[in-house]
């Protein structure tokens, strides 16, 4: 595709339950984001993947949160046991190689509610 | 910590400009960036520039760098109702993570 897309776009759960949410990068970017834009706030940062391997999950709140990217490609960010402040935008981006002169290219985001 | 700073709303005429400021404190940084969110979408790359720049223009966008006060501005020249949305400054703290500033929302009148 042209672009980064995430999938569902909302998604509404109950606070316990376990959600994945997903995002295909651009095609042949190597690097990939997850950031978290909570109401109000401009994105955090949560992990960098380069290839298959997280290069960086510093920014991930606590072991509730997962992320995987097997093959490269599309990555998977998994959230355990959700809690009411998980409700947020949960954004995705991808770069052709990582790095500080790597621009990085934004999906629309996923909307999670936790009711 | 590192704390990117802008001002939280501005209100322009159609026609007029918009200057949207943003303070960083991360001397590393090696690009500062400008992205556009617009209602329910993500991120849109609006421009960047290279910390060696002083100034660059793009359009009707013109970013300014003042490296020494560690202060980023874009102005929107001839601001249309199609502006209207919150603008972020980003600065890539000499790494892959952007550290993000809290928006400016700009409500162009018509």
């Known amino acids: 595709g042209a672009g980064v897309s995430q999938t569902p776009s909302n998604k509404v759960t109950e606070k316990g339950k376990y959600v994945e949410l997903r995002c295909d990068p651009i095609?042949?970017?190597?690097?990939l984001y997850w950031y978290r834009q909570s109401l109000g706030q401009g994105p955090e940062f949560l992990i960098y993947?380069?290839?298959?391997?997280?290069?960086?999950d510093s920014g991930l709140p606590n072991d509730r949160f997962f992320a995987v990217r097997p093959e490269g490609s599309v990555s998977t960010l998994k959230i355990q046991r959700t809690e009411r402040g998980d409700s947020a935008v949960y954004l995705c981006?991808?770069?052709?190689?990582?790095?500080?002169?790597?621009?990085?290219?934004f999906g629309p985001g996923t909307r999670l509610t936790v009711l | 910590g590192e704390d990117v700073e802008q001002s939280l709303f501005l209100s322009v005429r159609e026609g007029d400009s918009s200057v949207i400021n943003c303070t960083y404190t991360d001397s590393s940084s090696t690009y500062l960036y400008w992205y556009k969110q617009e209602p329910g979408a993500g991120l849109q790359l609006l421009t960047y520039i290279f910390s060696n720049m002083d100034m660059k223009q793009d359009q009707r966008l013109t970013v300014l760098l003042n490296k020494k006060d560690k202060h980023l501005s874009l102005r929107i020249a001839d601001t249309q109702t199609g502006d209207s949305a919150i603008y972020f400054c980003a600065e890539g703290a000499g790494t892959y993570k952007y550290i993000f500033g809290t928006g400016t929302r700009l409500k162009v009148l018509a």
């Open positions: 993947f380069q290839g298959t391997g997280a290069a960086d």
């Open positions: 981006a991808s770069s052709y190689a990582g790095g500080p002169v790597d621009t990085q290219y």
């Open positions: 095609s042949g970017h190597t690097a």
